[in-house]
């Protein structure tokens, strides 16, 4: 079993930063993982914000590109993945939630379409203006 622990939500004016974590736990090989960021606000439907894949390469949704960056620091049995988040505005407010899936089959394809097997509980990020 994997666990997922998002952490790092906070308040935060627009234009300024903040970085999320999500610390990934569990007997199983996580460099073979391919891990996503997505977002929810009240009233909207779930947002696909980031990807990072095995290899390390990303990709990020139109309304974040240039200011969001995905990153992960792969362990033994556990990894840390990140999402840096700068140049923040009130359309970034919502719940992050980071995903994690172990398929060389699943991950594959556009990241905001892959069927994550692991969720976290989310951590809370709100944007002033």
């Known amino acids: 079993q994997v666990g997922l622990v998002e952490s790092g939500g906070g308040s935060v004016s627009a234009g300024g930063s903040l970085t999320l974590s999500c610390t990934a736990s569990?007997?199983?090989?996580?460099?073979?993982?391919?891990m996503a960021w997505f977002r929810q606000s009240p009233g909207k439907g779930r947002e696909a914000v980031a990807g990072?894949?095995?290899?390390?390469?990303?990709?990020?949704a139109d309304s974040v590109e240039g200011r969001f960056t995905i990153s992960r620091d792969n362990g033994k049995n556990t990894l840390t993945l990140f999402l840096h988040m700068n140049h923040s505005k009130p359309e970034d407010t919502g719940m992050y939630y980071c995903?994690?899936?172990?398929?060389?089959?699943?991950?594959?394809?556009?990241?905001?379409?892959?069927?994550?097997?692991?969720w976290g509980q989310g951590t809370q990020v709100t944007v002033s203006s």
């Open positions: 569990g007997h199983t090989y996580f460099p073979d993982y391919c």
């Open positions: 995903a994690a899936d172990p398929g060389s089959w699943t991950c594959q394809g556009p990241f905001e379409h892959r069927p994550y097997t692991f």
């Open positions: 990072i894949e095995m290899d390390g390469s990303t990709t990020y």
